[in-house]
């Protein structure tokens, strides 16, 4: 279980941060959309999937600390 949460965290901050950088480059370009969706609306993905990480990776903190 250990494992397989430090993966998805892993995978949710990479995907997160890409996204988050996707739209914000395609902000500072000047445009409103990317890929047909509003770059605010893949800012706030990008940046719940750094959340997801983060709560993956502080369950595996706090699991390891109890041992």
Do not use: D, K, P
Not at 5 to 32: C, D, H, T
Not at 40 to 65: D, P
């Amino acid at each position: 279980m250990e494992s397989l949460l430090v993966w998805m965290g892993r995978i949710a901050g990479i995907a997160g941060l890409v996204l988050s950088a996707w739209a914000a480059f395609a902000r500072l370009s000047g445009s409103y959309y990317a890929g047909g969706f509003q770059t605010g609306t893949l800012l706030l993905a990008g940046m719940t999937g750094m959340l997801v990480a983060c709560f993956c990776l502080l369950l595996v903190l706090t699991e390891r600390s109890r041992r």
